[in-house]
């Protein structure tokens, strides 16, 4: 009888050597991407997985099946890097997408900076030690009418810091139809709690009235703040009452108490003359009185992620000595983007500013643009229609504003297989599904893009 150990040895024995599956051909292309080792470091995984299934079934695997999974770990690997992607769900600032695309002179500050080094913390005119942001806190002063401005990684962590500097240990009153989930598990009443913060809840979900603040502050001793929360991706309609927030100011102003208020999406100029109504400019939350105001700065602003904070001069200085600002503080190159982005609304340049311009781009711009699509794709075989499309915002943003736009659209046979193709592809393409059709909307494709895109569409429908 052959021992237990000996019958292991000849059964592992006809598994393959590392060298032998990390230097297969089909690895070519990821061993370039990822290079030797790492391909040798999944193929060993590989190898321990199959010796251990060896193991269980008394089945070794071939080299075929082993290199396979090589592959398809590498590919995964690679896969998961991110890519630049052809935009064409009519979502202008779509989350899952980066949001804001960022318009050519942040681009050009971004280069600039990141090829060398930066002015970031410098005073050039002194040599000294100078203050960091200070041109994107003076622009988003006098773009806002606020005293002072600072801006933090997001809005979520300007939210946080806000309520931890400024209510640690004291009393917060929300309304309970605030108690609000923004989406990536950012709610409300979970961020009160980690603040240090006491939550202390007043009105119904539909219905909040100034005299449920005045009672708040009757009944608490300890209440700090106010806070107003934009319901940004949701709206309720029908039964529905809260107080005006210059009103809610004032309230706070004769009690002693502060208003905050998360904006969410920060408006600096206001989009209702493209029939895009409720998403607050901060300007006049500013004007209404509100002690400061917490906003993202790559939603409606069109710029790079980041967290903007306005508010009075005193209540700023207190939010900018808590060590959370130093912990969420903004990185180099979104904050030379920001420059940038509030460069141009300073200078009256939105058209400059991508995401700004496709939300407020006429209708009968995109008709044309589609049109011009679907003549090029039936010259390629491909028949495309435009047709109406419902865009939208985006990053939660004027929930119940659809923007009137216009999409190609495409009918498939099986239109979840056609949008995996788009997706797989070089670059990817996002589309939207409707029925048995995709849509694309030129609204969201930049203007670079069409070949790209019409060469995409064409490899993956025919
Ligand atoms: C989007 C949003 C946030 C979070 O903003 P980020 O910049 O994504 O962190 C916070 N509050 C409200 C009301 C929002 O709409």
């Known amino acids: 009888m052959i021992p237990e150990n000996e019958a292991k040895r000849v059964l592992l024995r006809q598994l393959p050597r590392t060298d032998r599956v990390s230097a297969d051909p089909s690895l070519d292309e990821m061993r370039r991407e990822l290079g030797v080792a790492t391909v040798t470091a999944l193929t060993r995984k590989a190898l321990d997985q199959a010796r251990d299934r060896a193991l269980l079934t008394q089945v070794v695997p071939g080299a075929d099946e082993i290199v396979a999974a090589v592959r398809a770990s590498a590919e995964s690997l690679s896969r998961s890097r991110a890519r630049r992607v052809i935009n064409a769900t009519g979502v202008v600032l779509h989350t899952n997408l980066g949001r804001a695309p960022l318009s050519s002179a942040a681009v050009a500050a971004l280069t600039d900076s990141a090829v060398g080094y930066t002015s970031i913390e410098l ?63 950012f709610r409300i009443p979970e961020v009160l709690e980690r603040s240090g913060a006491r939550m202390i809840e007043v009105g119904t979900t539909n219905k909040t009235r100034l ?22 991706n949701f709206r309720q309609v029908g039964f529905v009452e809260q107080p005006d927030l210059a009103e809610l100011a004032a309230l706070a102003r004769s009690r002693g108490v502060l208003l ?10 206001d989009l209702a003359e493209q029939g895009l109504r ?21 939603k409606v602003l069109g710029g ?10 005193s209540l700023m200085s207190t939010v900018r000595r808590d060590p959370l600002t130093r912990a969420f503080r903004l990185g180099r190159l979104p904050m030379v983007a920001l420059e940038a982005t ?39 075989g491909v028949q495309a229609v435009p047709k109406p499309f419902g865009g939208a915002v985006g990053a939660g943003a004027l929930a119940e504003n659809a923007i009137d736009s216009v999409a190609a659209v495409i009918d498939v046979a099986d239109p ?9 592809g070089t670059p990817p393409v996002m589309a939207c599904i409707q029925g048995d059709a995709l849509y694309f909307d030129a609204r969201t494709v930049l203007p670079t893009e069409d070949d790209d895109l019409l060469t995409a569409i064409t490899a993956a429908v025919t």
């Not at 500013?286 to 105001?293: C, E, K, P, R, Y």
């Not at 058209?351 to 049109?371: N, Q, S, T, Y």
Request: net charge neutral.
């Open 260 to 269: 905050v208020k998360d904006l969410g999406g920060g408006a600096l100029v």
């Open 123 to 185: 005073d050039l005119s002194t040599g000294k030690r100078g203050r960091r942001g200070a041109f994107m806190e003076n622009a988003l002063c006098q773009l806002t009418g606020a005293e002072a401005a600072l801006v933090v990684n997001n809005c979520a962590a300007a939210v946080l810091l806000v309520l931890s500097a400024l209510a640690r240990g004291k009393g917060v009153v929300v309304s309970r139809g605030e108690l609000i989930e923004i989406g990536g598990g």
């Open 342 to 380: 509030l460069a141009s609304y300073l200078a009256g340049n939105l058209a400059d500013i991508p995401a700004l311009h496709a939300i407020r781009r006429p209708r009968a711009e995109v008709l044309a643009r589609v049109e011009a699509w679907c003549s090029e794709l039936a010259k390629r």
């Open 278 to 298: 409720g998403e607050p400019v901060v300007s006049s939350c500013v004007d209404a009185g509100v002690h400061v105001l917490c906003f993202s700065c790559d």
């Open 304 to 313: 790079p992620q980041g967290g903007a904070i306005v508010g009075e001069r």
């Open 416 to 424: 979840d297989a056609v949008a995996a193709r788009l997706r797989a």
């Open 211 to 232: 005299r449920d603040y005045e009672r708040a502050l009757d009944e608490n001793d300890d209440v700090a703040v106010l806070l107003r929360v934009h319901q940004t």
